[in-house]
């Protein structure tokens, strides 16, 4: 494995923007076992003037509009900030169907002999674990769980300062005195969102309703906008979701019932990037706002980091309110000003530590 060396190119975006995945190529595809998306895999370097960076994806895809995306996103920043190319020696990503996935994409990029991989999520934890006890050499980083391995840099954030945020919003502008949350998987990322959320709810309004729902999948659109016909049904009027593609059927089913009445009171709080784009309907937008999640950045910052010869294998890097890691998104105008100043005022107390956001909703009180 290459570890090369470089000047070091400091960047602090947040990248909040729709970038749409590319198709590989039959040769990649033949290499994966997935049939993934990914480039051209030619044994060839094309690039010049930085380390090489790739990414897998977990099942949700590059293009969920979501954490796979602003990986993504992270991993295409820095490669142009570098003059690189995608495909061998530049940038990439291959992304997994399933599960059984990881290992091989993750074995594919190393012998590619990409001098940094990164596996987006902690459904990764278990495989990037096992790469690493093999392949001693390989600088890898882990986005969302902890791996205790000296080639590994792990990448948490501190999801419930910024969801606290998204639960004041939602407590404050919900007209009905009810609104939800709508979960992937029961894992301890999730977790930190719904307790972040349900804490800052409870926080701008003791009295305020909060509807409950996990999917257990972060793939499948149809169980999201299920649980969100469910919700809005039973008078729920603001759903924050942190569920990656099954997400993205909450926007559907909010928009399908903006589209059939312009006056519907649906609003969605998207997640990870700027979702903004995903809840145009006609003149009308329903989506709030997104608590953002600076996952583009913190792939940035471990890329430079490693480019300049300071790999921080074996550490934990915790991005929270106070690293800018975390926040929420415009609005647009649709939150008012006076709930904004309530929110800027919530986020100085965490940011000093005057409030500590709980990690787990059993410990919201």
Known sequence: MKKRKFGLLISSVVATGAILGACGTDEDKNDNASTNEGSNDNGTETSTGGISVAMVTDVGGVDDKSFNQSAWEGIQQFGNENGLTKGDGGFDYLQSASDADYNTNLNSL???????VFGVGFLMQDAVLEIANQQKDAQLAIIDAVVDAPNVVSVLFKEQEGAFLAGVAAAEMSQTGKIGFIGGQSIPVIERFHAGFLAGAKAANPDIVIEEYYAEAFDKAELGKTAANRMY?????????????????VFTEAKERKEKDANANVWVI?????????????DHNITLTSMLKG??????????RTQDGNFPGGETIVYGLAEDGVGLADSRGAITDDVLASIEEFKGKIASGEIVVPEHPNDVK
Do not use: C, K, P, W
């Open 110 to 116: 190393l012998r590619r002999d990409f001098d940094l």
């Open 233 to 249: 049904s039973s008078g729920v009027d603001i759903i924050f979701h942190a569920a990656g593609g099954t997400g993205n059927g």
């Open 270 to 282: 998207g997640v990870d990037a700027d979702q903004y784009a995903e809840g145009q309907v006609g």
């Open 295 to 304: 996952v583009a950045h913190a792939v940035v910052d471990i890329s430079n």
